[in-house]
């Protein structure tokens, strides 16, 4: 079984920084593509950042130049390092594995950005 934790997010105000991690446990992870996704209220859940295992990344077109993903497969984690932040990207952020063709979810952080 696999379980996804994340952690890092919070208040910021406009134009500011958060880094956010998901902790990957259970039976996986060097092999699995991962990824960040996030859903605002009224909103579908959408793709934020996903890079797989070797590294390749993969933005939304809202977050590029903004946001960077990276992994350190050695603690079995990923990381979203967020800057320059807008209000329109809060949202509840949601980490994403892919493995078995088998998709898992983290609960989720709340990000909100507001002055």
């Known amino acids: 079984q696999v379980q996804l934790m994340e952690s890092g997010g919070g208040l910021v105000q406009p134009g500011g920084s958060l880094r956010l991690s998901c902790a990957a446990s259970g039976r996986v992870f060097i092999l699995a593509p991962m990824g960040w996704y996030r859903q605002a209220p009224g909103k579908q859940r959408e793709l934020v950042a996903r890079?797989?295992?070797?590294?390749?990344?993969d933005y939304g077109d809202s977050v590029k130049g903004r946001f960077t993903i990276s992994r350190d497969n050695g603690k079995n984690t990923v990381y979203l390092q967020m800057n320059s932040l807008k209000p329109e990207y809060t949202a509840l952020y949601y980490c994403?594995?892919?493995?078995?063709?088998?998709?898992?979810w983290g609960p989720g952080t709340q990000v909100t950005v507001s002055s």
């Open positions: 890079i797989t295992s070797c590294g390749g990344t």
């Open positions: 994403h594995l892919l493995l078995a063709a088998m998709n898992y």
